[in-house]
């Protein structure tokens, strides 16, 4: 975060990877001691503290997954199968992280939000 610092960011995006997943903990204790807002593609992030999260749900995407197997097993050619792109999102709101901040999140995020976490 040294390097955030330097640069004098004021808020910073984490993408979606299996590192940064995997290093979450170590990141969002980061975040919190650099008092940086820091929105995430994965809502694991904001159920363990970080502030916003929006991207693809999962869920989602596992079920729709399922569908390509099974049409793959009843003999559809995987070539033949059209690329989907996630159709469903997800926001979560981390208010206790917030407000940690200083920050006021808008009743309009709020009211779009799919999880507001107290």
Known sequence: MSAVSRARAQ???VIEDSLYL???TTLLKLASQSRIPVTYGERHFAEDGGLVSYGPNFGDLFYRSAGYVN???KGAQPR???IEQPVKFELVVN???ARALG???PQS???RADQ???
């Open 95 to 97: 208010l206790k992280t």
């Open 11 to 13: 808020a910073l995006y």
């Open 80 to 82: 033949d199968l059209p």
């Open 116 to 118: 507001v976490i107290e």
């Open 109 to 111: 995020m709020l009211q």
């Open 103 to 105: 920050l006021t999140i």
């Open 22 to 24: 995997k290093n979450r």
């Open 71 to 73: 049409k793959i097993l």
